[in-house]
C-alpha cells in the first residue's frame, strides 16, 4: 500500500513537471512568435505582392509616355510636312498653267518682231495666236460661257442692262454679252456681263 501511494504521489509530481514543462514550452512558443520576424522568404513574396502593382503601373505609365511623345511628334511632323507642301503648291501651282502658255508668248514675241505692214497678215497672225491661246485654255479645262440666245441664268450670268421693247420672245434672255464669262473645271471663275430683254 504504501508502495501505491509512492507511485501515486511520483505519479502527481511527474504529471505536475510535465503540465508545468508544457506550460514552459507553450509560452517560449508564444514568445517567439510575437517576437521573431517573419521569415525571409514570407517578407520577399510580401513585398513583391505589394511593389508588382506599383513597378506594374509604373512601366506602363512609361510606356504611354513613350508613345504619346512618339505620336505628338509624328504629328508635328505631318503639320510641318502638309504646311510645307501647301506653301509650294500656293508658290509654285501656277507653274504647269505658266509653261502651257509660254508658247502662246513666244508667238506674241515673234509676231511683234516682225516688221510686216500688211494689214491683214498681221490679222490672220493675231487669230491664229489667238485660237492657239483658246486652246490652250480648254486643255487646262477652262471653258467659255455661251451667252448666244441664251435664258439668263444668275448662276452663269450677271446683268448690268435690261433692255425694254425687244418683244415677248426676247423677255428674261440674253440680248448682248458686255464681258464674256468663264468656267474652270465646272466652276464659274467669271460670270458674263450681260444685257438682258425686259
Not at 486652246?135 to 441664251?150: F, N
Not at 418683244?167 to 458674263?192: E, F, P, S, W
Request: proline content about 3%; some cysteine; glycine content about 4%.
Amino acid at each position: 500500500m504504501k508502495k501505491e501511494k509512492e507511485n501515486i504521489i511520483d505519479n502527481k509530481e511527474l504529471e505536475e513537471n510535465i503540465a508545468e514543462n508544457d506550460e514552459n514550452l507553450q509560452e517560449e512558443v508564444n514568445e517567439e512568435e510575437t517576437t521573431a520576424e517573419p521569415s525571409e522568404d514570407a517578407a520577399e513574396e510580401e513585398e513583391q505582392a505589394e511593389i508588382d502593382p506599383l513597378t506594374k503601373a509604373n512601366e506602363e505609365i512609361d510606356k504611354l509616355k513613350d508613345q504619346l511623345l512618339r505620336t505628338i511628334a509624328e504629328f508635328d511632323n505631318y503639320k510641318k510636312r502638309t504646311l510645307k507642301e501647301k506653301t509650294e503648291l500656293i508658290l509654285n501651282g501656277g507653274e504647269k498653267t505658266i509653261t502651257a502658255i509660254l508658247p502662246v508668248l513666244d508667238d506674241f514675241e515673234r509676231a511683234l518682231s516682225d516688221n510686216t505692214d500688211d494689214p491683214t497678215a498681221i490679222k490672220e497672225g493675231m487669230e491664229l495666236i489667238f485660237k492657239k491661246f483658246m486652246k490652250t485654255l480648254e486643255s487646262m479645262g477652262v471653258k467659255k460661257i455661251e451667252t448666244d440666245e441664251a435664258d439668263f441664268d444668275v448662276d452663269y450670268h450677271e446683268a448690268i442692262a435690261m433692255v425694254p421693247g425687244m418683244g415677248d420672245d426676247k423677255k428674261g434672255k440674253v440680248v448682248d454679252c458686255i464681258q464674256t464669262g468663264y468656267m474652270l473645271n465646272d466652276k464659274v471663275i467669271r460670270h458674263a456681263k450681260v444685257a438682258v430683254g425686259q
